[in-house]
């Protein structure tokens, strides 16, 4: 039982470049979750999942998209990188309690 | 609008002693609290939680208080130990809010042996 697993966990891009975060989760959760954290900032929710096919907008959405096509995959996508995307990235996932369970972080430098 | 606050970014405490963490929230609508522990390089973990119809909660040498009339909450470890060295984050969630959490900026413990 693995839990939440990222990949990967870090990546250097240049500017405009584009790429995707893994997000995998063994518990048969409902809920998937992706967070970014920055110095001084805490945790901040970027979208989210409530079940497989379905995706909503969190506080900090803009510049990112996600899919849920499987009910254990929750895929973080970032177009066209900028450096203010430089930050650290959660995976979390929970099933019908509030308790979220989350990955080790993928770590992404933009440069 | 930071509706989760945690407004002391670090906390050093001598081993053996109680750790006090504060933390305080705005919005009416949270009715479940929850601590995370997170240690360099790993994801937060999960300590400890409380729903707003209780003012306490205890998990061995970690318990929960909250003070809903103030909107606040207090993480209280006692005795602390040197494991106890991490970030402590806050958080809060709202019924059918589909589970979202809204954290606290986190408060560093440093626990001096």
């Known amino acids: 039982n693995a839990g939440v697993t990222q990949t990967p966990k870090f990546r250097v891009l240049k500017t405009g470049q584009s790429m995707t975060l893994l997000c995998a989760q063994d518990m048969n959760h409902e809920y998937m979750y992706w967070y970014r954290q920055d110095p001084g900032m805490g945790l901040r929710l970027i979208h989210y999942?409530?079940?497989?096919?379905?995706?909503a907008k969190g506080e900090v959405p803009d510049g990112y998209n996600v899919s849920r096509l499987k009910k254990q995959n929750f895929l973080l996508g970032l177009e066209s990188a900028a450096p203010s995307q430089t930050s650290v990235y959660f995976c979390?996932?929970?099933?019908?309690?509030?308790?979220?369970?989350f990955g080790p972080g993928t770590r992404l430098l933009v440069l | 609008d930071q509706q989760v606050k945690q407004n002391s970014p670090s906390l050093s405490v001598q081993e053996g002693r109680i750790s006090i963490l504060n933390c305080d929230y705005t919005?009416?609508?949270?009715?479940?609290f929850l601590w995370y522990k997170k240690y360099p390089a790993e994801g937060p973990t999960f300590l400890i939680s409380i729903s707003s119809i209780k003012d306490k909660n205890e998990d061995g040498r970690f318990t929960v208080f909250l003070n809903k009339s103030a909107k606040h909450l207090s993480l209280h470890i006692v005795p602390s130990q040197p494991g106890d060295s991490a970030v402590y984050f806050c958080a809060a969630s709202a019924s059918f809010g589909n589970e979202k959490l809204t954290f606290g900026t986190g408060t560093r413990l440093t626990i001096i042996p």
């Open positions: 979390a996932s929970s099933s019908s309690g509030e308790t979220q369970y």
């Open positions: 919005n009416s609508m949270f009715d479940y």
């Open positions: 999942s409530v079940g497989e096919g379905t995706t």
